[in-house]
């Protein structure tokens, strides 16, 4: 998990990135929940996604937005760090062009930020999205949605009410040519403070669905 840094559109990027592990390896960019909230690339769920990308043979990105940590540079309400998250794809593709596919992974603010990379990158075929704040931020921009993914947020979630999620979740699933995983842990809170497992789990089984050499989502 080595330490990288990596230009920026405000100067350097901070990161962890986990090597391709073969040729050919799909790449995964974890993005981490609101800069002004506390959030960074080592808040434990934007962690877990990770390792999870890790240990399924992705090279592995997670990095600090502007202005957090290591990274230069100062927030800029969604606009610089979409930017930030897209010049973290292009470096990833700089040291591994031979990947061809692309999975976004993000957790609150981290997620609105991943689906409108995923708007912008037509090599991103599937998506985690964490808690989606669908009630702070307009996500009408996913029209048509380009890929595949899963939505999975807390039935106790006192940010985002899950009315907002499945407002969401229902708009996306209008769409043809794609399908949309919603799954909604029950006790779980925005940060799912005590059910970390548990949405790992639905992640991971998710993952392993998608990955599956006869999966029928692709």
């Not at 800069?35 to 962690?47: F, K």
């Not at 794809?89 to 031979?98: A, G, K, M, N, R």
């Not at 990379?117 to 998506?127: A, V, Y």
Request: proline share 10%; charged share 20%.
């Amino acid at each position: 998990m080595p330490d990288v840094i990596f230009p920026g559109p405000e100067g350097r990027i901070e990161g962890r990135f986990s090597p391709p592990p073969r040729p050919r390896a799909p790449v995964a960019l974890i993005l981490h929940p609101h800069p002004q909230g506390g959030g960074t690339m080592n808040d434990r769920i934007t962690q877990a996604m990770y390792k999870s990308f890790v240990a399924r043979g992705f090279a592995t990105l997670r990095f600090n937005f502007r202005g957090v940590g290591r990274s230069q540079g100062t927030f800029d309400n969604g606009v610089g760090e979409l930017s930030d998250a897209a010049s973290a794809l292009d470096w990833v593709q700089s040291i591994h062009p031979e990947a061809q596919t692309t999975w976004v992974a993000g957790f609150s603010f981290g997620a609105w930020i991943g689906m409108q990379l995923l708007m912008r990158r037509p090599e991103i075929r599937g998506f985690l999205s964490v808690a989606p704040p669908a009630n702070m931020y307009d996500f009408s921009f996913l029209a048509p949605c380009p890929s595949s993914g899963i939505i999975v947020a807390g039935g106790q979630d006192e940010i985002v009410p899950p009315s907002a999620i499945q407002k969401l979740v229902d708009k996306l699933r209008t769409q043809k040519g794609i399908t949309i995983h919603h799954d909604e842990i029950p006790r779980a809170n925005h940060f799912f403070e005590h059910e970390l497992d548990q949405l790992m789990k639905s992640l991971d089984n998710y993952l392993d669905m998608r990955l599956a050499p006869d999966s029928p989502i692709r």
